[in-house]
């Protein structure tokens, strides 16, 4: 996200309305990643970035046009002074405070996002490297300069094209780029299906909703462009303005990270901003909508949007790997506060020196050069540090005691055949090698149990096989990566995942699985209504006359077991290997509530933890592979711990807790 033209003057002068709008985009950003119940879909704000900067980027590329050319060398040079220092002010501050907290694995994964983010390719470092809404995502420092990236690319792009369509004097000169706006969102539609990654971070996927706010700019040039003849009636154009903040406020507020995203689910936020965009534009009676936008306090925070967008990530992860847990709501505050006054102080003493006022003509050659040169120097340094952070491994001797070893776990899940991955469809599951367990003592040949779930199901994968003779038949294990065990649930990460579920039922039907366990990452999504589809799923797999088993949600903590380990490697025996893991009591006591009479509920931190902690190691041994992923240990423990809690238990003694 690129909001650093804040200020910006169009051809009918100053829109306060526009910086308005920058901060409704940026406040719900910083809302949605500071954990905000309520803000599920923040993420669609850098959307919003994308149509405003798409907008007044083109808007002057088009009033220099009609003034004498486009002048390639002033507008990078107009784009190094607004962009480069409140960047390379970020980079620094938090490269120094990631030396002190970030243990050898982290430095070296943050130090390639930063040589990744000054060379503007930070969207395909992430690209290769997660997914937004992984796990892992939530302790990546830099993370959100994904969107810095694919501004710049598109702003190298685009003055050239201009400049050269309108020196071939192509007319109408919005034709071009309308066509390739259609072409990058027919393009998203279809990653969406079969490149969801590529589709969020790539700027062939993304740039279509630049060009939403270049042809809003395109549109006929001149000071008071008068709106559509159907939006000049005062109760349409109040009912338009309004639209256009229900467009950018509903996703906000209702979209969750399961919404299929970008593509056609970027559609109201980025038409939102348009509209809104649009209506401002005009002289005479405004819109509520205008009126709202340009209010003092939102044009303030809109001022300052670009650096609150850069400092606001780097402080939310640095504080929680600090803390090593999440915020609570006065920390929350004090992080939102804290961001604020932060952008407040880089507005006024990093991006407004570097703003100067345009130069007379003949005085720009002089002064261009060491504008370039500078950019130049300050890009290659924080690269050069970047490389070295990763060519050293993360400069390991500044914790010299600090050793990472592998963990069992994960290499029994039979990747790719019975846990599938989001490139795959449910036909590359295999039904005999899924097979886990052999036949038991009394057990009927054609006795099965199903495992159905996502990654957090596969990882009970190791213990169900270590006590394979307590269940009530072979374990049959479907998984898929990222795919909640709910019908009707839907991933912009694994656009399969729906047909993945509903082929469990033909499978449920074609096998005779009496038993159905299902077991997921629950809270994964921030998804209101997983209890809801749970229900749903639950009556429809007992219709087919199964039992089902539904595992809660199992801790998750804020670290690596290994980074906790060394942070408590002074700590007495009696408090080592234990930690506060992420809060979901609440969540499971949903799932337990929605669920039908005759299944069974088990909650693995009831059965796992003592008070407000719960292990994670067991002497040297480490009960997890990662944040939430058992090891082959931990899986061990916790199917033994929720079989004695009455987990396919007969039914005249299932458990329905703990």
Request: charged residues 15%.
């Amino acid at each position: 996200m690129q909001p650093a033209v804040s200020g910006q003057t169009t051809a009918a002068g100053y829109r306060p309305d526009i910086d308005g709008l920058r901060a409704v985009a940026v406040l719900a950003v910083i809302l949605y990643h500071v954990g905000v119940s309520w803000m599920p879909g923040g993420f669609v704000g850098v959307d919003v970035f994308f149509v405003i900067s798409g907008y007044v980027i083109a808007r002057g590329l088009m009033r220099e046009a009609a003034g004498g050319g486009i002048r390639l060398a002033d507008f990078y040079a107009r784009r190094i002074r607004r962009i480069l220092p409140a960047l390379v002010a970020t980079l620094a501050l938090t490269s120094l405070a990631a030396y002190w907290l970030l243990l050898p694995p982290q430095l070296e994964d943050y130090a390639g996002s930063a040589a990744a983010s000054a060379l503007s390719v930070a969207n395909l470092y992430f690209w290769r490297a997660s997914g937004y809404f992984d796990a892992a995502a939530l302790y990546r420092p830099l993370l959100h300069t994904w969107s810095l990236s694919v501004e710049e690319q598109f702003y190298f792009v685009l003055p050239v094209s201009l400049l050269l369509l309108v020196r071939l004097r192509v007319r109408p000169l919005w034709l071009p780029f309308a066509v390739i706006a259609l072409l990058s969102f027919g393009l998203s539609l279809y990653a969406g299906r079969h490149a969801p990654t590529a589709n969020f971070y790539l700027l062939p996927t993304r740039a279509w909703e630049l060009l939403v706010g270049t042809l809003l700019a395109m549109a006929p040039f001149g000071t008071a462009r008068p709106l559509p003849s159907f939006l000049r009636h005062p109760v349409l154009r109040q009912l338009a303005g309004l639209a256009g903040l229900a467009g950018i406020l509903a996703p906000s507020l209702l979209y969750t990270e399961s919404t299929p995203f970008p593509g056609a689910g970027a559609l109201p936020p980025c038409l939102g901003a348009a509209l809104l965009i649009r209506l401002g534009e005009t002289q005479g009676p405004r819109a509520a909508a205008t009126r709202l936008l340009a209010l003092p306090p939102l044009v303030a925070v809109g001022l300052i949007s670009y650096s609150a967008y850069l400092v606001h990530w780097p402080l939310i992860v640095l504080g929680r790997i600090a803390l090593m847990r999440d915020f609570t709501t006065l920390e929350t505050v004090a992080v939102i506060a804290a961001t604020l006054v932060l952008a407040a102080l880089s507005y006024r003493f990093v991006e407004q020196p570097f703003r100067r006022p345009h130069e007379p003509v003949r005085s720009r050659p002089r002064r261009l050069g060491p504008v370039f040169a500078s950019s130049l120097l300050a890009t290659l340094a924080m690269a050069g540090l970047g490389w070295a952070g990763v060519t050293s491994g993360g400069l390991p001797g500044r914790f010299p005691d600090f050793r990472l070893r592998s963990i069992p776990g994960t290499e029994t899940w039979n990747h790719r055949t019975c846990f599938l991955f989001a490139d795959q469809t449910w036909q590359a599951w295999d039904p005999e090698g899924c097979t886990r367990t052999a036949d038991g003592d009394g057990m009927a040949r054609t006795d099965r149990v199903l495992l159905w779930g996502d990654s957090f199901a596969a990882h009970y994968v190791p213990g169900l096989i270590r006590h394979a003779d307590r269940l009530p038949g072979r374990l049959v294990q479907y998984t898929a990566a990222g795919c909640q065990p709910t019908l009707g649930a839907a991933s912009h990460v694994v656009p399969h995942c729906r047909a993945f579920n509903d082929n469990a039922l033909a499978l449920i039907r074609r096998l005779g699985i009496r038993h159905v366990v299902l077991a997921a990452r629950w809270g994964a999504q921030r998804d209101r209504s997983v209890p809801e589809r749970l229900r749903e799923t639950a009556a429809q797999v007992a219709a087919l006359g199964a039992r089902v088993h539904v595992v809660g949600q199992s801790p998750e903590f804020p670290l690596d077991p290994a980074f906790m380990a060394y942070h408590q490697r002074r700590d007495p025996p009696h408090a080592a290997g234990r930690w506060r893991p992420v809060e979901t009591g609440s969540l499971n006591e949903a799932l337990r509530a929605a669920l039908p009479a005759g299944a069974t509920f088990v909650d693995p931190r009831a059965a796992l933890c003592a008070g407000d902690t719960c292990p994670y190691a067991q002497g040297d041994t480490f009960l997890y592979a990662d944040t939430g992923h058992f090891s082959s240990a931990g899986a061990m423990l916790a199917v033994e711990r929720l079989l004695a809690a009455g987990l396919l238990a007969p039914a005249r003694s299932a458990a329905a807790a703990p």
